[in-house]
Every structure is written in C-alpha cells, then in structure tokens.
Nanobody
C-alpha cells in the first residue's frame, strides 16, 4: 500500500488549497479514505473521511469549509480546503485501513499566514 499526498503550500488566511492523495497497492474503491492533520505540539486529528460509497464526515473545525472527495477511476482522494485559517496550518496526511493495519501517506505541509 502506498499513499502519496501533494498539494500543500503557503496560503494567506481566507485562501484555498486542494490536496491530492494518490493511492496504490490495494483495491482503492473498497476502502474508506481519510485525511488527518498534525500541527506542532498537537495530536494527529481526523479532518475528513469518505466511504467507498461516497458518504463523508468532517471534523467540526472544518465542516462547511473543507470538502473531501474521491475519484475511483484515478485511485485518488482529494481535500478541497476553502476559507483557510491560521489554525488549519499542519502537516496533512492521507490514511486508509486495510485488514487491521493502518497506512499513512508521507504528508504535505499546509502553512496559513494571517
């Protein structure tokens, strides 16, 4: 299983970024895919999740601003982040779980300037 996240960068508060996570090594369409984030000195937290059927779930802190989606033809999951705030700054990781094993992407840095 490989997960490769991209799309992070520096953005001003109020701006937008779109993260992508390309997946391989498993049956992508069958798996729940998640985005987590970890800021310095804080625990890793779940940001958003999308099921194999496309149902989504969001952390309260990002609900209404972030949108998770998936393209099963490209084995890719996306995180559209709008109205970014300084507190959204973190390393964002994509994640999936396969037969009781967690797999994590390397992460992509999101920096939000105020």
């Amino acid at each position: 299983v490989q997960l490769q996240a991209s799309g992070g960068g520096l953005v001003q508060a109020g701006g937008s970024l779109r993260l992508s996570c390309a997946a391989s090594g498993f049956i992508f369409r069958s798996n729940v895919m998640d985005w987590y984030r970890q800021a310095p000195g804080k625990q890793r937290e779940l940001v958003a999740a999308v099921t194999s059927l496309g149902s989504t779930n969001y952390a309260d802190a990002v609900n209404g601003r972030f949108t998770i989606s998936r393209d099963n033809t490209k084995n890719t999951v996306y995180l559209q982040m709008n109205s970014l705030k300084p507190e959204d700054a973190a390393v964002y990781h994509c994640h999936t779980r396969q037969i009781f094993t967690d797999y994590w992407g390397k992460g992509t840095q999101v920096t939000v300037s105020s």
